[in-house]
């Protein structure tokens, strides 16, 4: 019996002894640090160097740029819980859908692979929404539509906004875990809701 | 204090997927040894990764490092069932080279090869590209690891047919799922702290 505090089986609606069930059931290694993975993440022991709201805003934002409102609206409801969460929801929504395009794209270094480059946008925050994220999470959510969309864009100047913004190194690494991390979850739900069913 | 990035400056670096061993320098400040507590290296799983610049500044959050690292572990190494280990490692060359990778690519096409023997198909995924012809079965895994790496995901019940008919049980087609969408995590991740360099 899958345990109800699994967010992976949650986003998937997963029942006992269903499809998805028993594929997760198959690898308890992957389930039990998927939400390992979560729990670091979202309920970790040390909030000192990244608070939970810049957290879950970070995730409600990937989540609608993904464009997959039930994993959206799960965070957006997380970030509504949070001290300083709620006055963040509709902005961070609202950006969510501003921003959400097709990726990846990108650049590559000089060579063959330039044939390759892919132009796409790179997200500017309008100020009234900078008023209300503050400079620190408006850094965040220009990261993580990088991280997102085009990854291989990333370089140290993106970083270095980063740092200047307010951010320690530690904060960034797990701003990145972050962000790469929902990159794998939204997939593992959208995978295997495809599979389920097919 | 303001931390600040290690500034870069690359001679020759990897500018084409290849399955030669390169390298990766970090931008931001790896955790030194001397910082090392017992709780960073149980969180590397492995101790030897604390030569690695990549390892040593992702453990400077241990908890979320230590948790990636069993589930990148299982989703790859568990291979008592399931995908064999080549083809779990064909969706990870195929998200990354989708992504666009370079360093991700070349660890993991090389274990493409190593365990597959297939090299030269493995080179052609790299040379050409996700549309590469590799045969009905790695075309199959490879279309459904490029659909659900793109966002949004675009991965359809076409894919799963495709699957299937290539001879994929849905318990294989689970560990495709599991690592092309890992690979999604550990590109964003080595794409963005750091860059490859020739090989040390």
């Known amino acids: 019996m899958p345990d109800t505090k699994d967010v992976i089986d949650h986003l998937l609606g997963t029942v006992p002894g269903s499809t998805a069930d028993g594929l997760r059931s198959r690898r308890p290694v992957t389930r039990e640090n998927a939400q390992k993975s979560w729990d670091a993440l979202f309920a970790p022991g040390d909030t000192s160097q990244v608070t939970l709201a810049e957290r879950f ?20 409801d997380k970030l509504d819980g949070v001290e300083n969460g709620s006055a963040l929801r509709s902005t961070v929504e609202a950006l969510g859908e ?11 270094p000089d060579g063959p692979l330039t ?21 620190r999470l408006s850094a965040a959510l220009r990261h993580a539509h990088l991280l997102v969309f085009h990854p291989r864009d990333a370089n140290p100047a993106a970083l270095q906004q980063l740092l200047s913004s307010g951010w320690s190194t530690t904060g960034v690494v797990t701003l990145s875990q972050l962000v790469s991390f929902l990159a794998f979850q939204i997939r593992v739900v959208a995978g295997l809701k495809v599979l389920a069913a097919a | 204090m303001t931390d600040t990035i290690i500034e870069t400056a690359v001679t020759n670096p990897p500018v084409a997927f290849t399955q030669e061993k390169i390298g990766w320098t970090a931008w931001l400040k790896p955790l030194s040894e001397a910082e090392f507590t017992e709780r960073h290296y149980e969180a590397l799983v492995d101790k030897a990764r604390a030569q690695s610049s990549y390892f040593a500044l992702l453990v400077r959050d ?22 064999p280990r080549a ?9 990354s080279r989708l992504n666009g990778c ?14 597959s023997k297939r090299e030269d198909d493995v080179q052609k995924l790299l040379d050409e590209g996700v549309s590469a012809d590799l045969g009905e079965r790695w075309n199959a895994i490879v279309a459904a690891s490029v659909a659900l790496s793109a966002t949004p995901p675009a991965f359809g019940p076409d894919h799963v047919k495709a699957l299937r008919n290539a ?6 087609i689970s560990d495709v799922i599991h690592g092309a969408a890992f690979f999604n995590w550990a590109n964003r991740l080595m794409l963005s702290i750091g860059e490859p360099t020739p090989a040390p």
Do not use: M, W
Request: hydrophobic share 40%; with cysteine.
């Open chain 2, 87 to 95: 083809e779990r490692e064909l969706a990870a060359t195929a998200a």
């Open chain 1, 115 to 135: 044939l390759e480059n892919q132009e796409g946008p790179t997200l500017v925050i309008p100020e009234a929404d900078r008023a209300v994220l503050g400079d």
């Open chain 2, 167 to 172: 001879g994929l049980s849905d318990e294989e």
């Open chain 1, 57 to 76: 805003a970070v995730a409600a934002f990937v989540a609608a740029v993904h464009d997959d409102q039930t994993i959206a609206g799960f965070y957006a």
């Open chain 2, 102 to 115: 370079i360093l991700c690519a070349s660890v993991h096409s090389r274990f493409a090869s190593q365990y």
């Open chain 1, 98 to 108: 501003l921003a959400a395009t097709k990726g990846p794209y990108g650049q590559y």
């Open chain 2, 62 to 83: 241990p908890d979320i490092l230590e948790a990636r690292t069993k589930t990148d572990n299982d989703i790859f190494y568990n291979t008592k069932d399931g995908l």
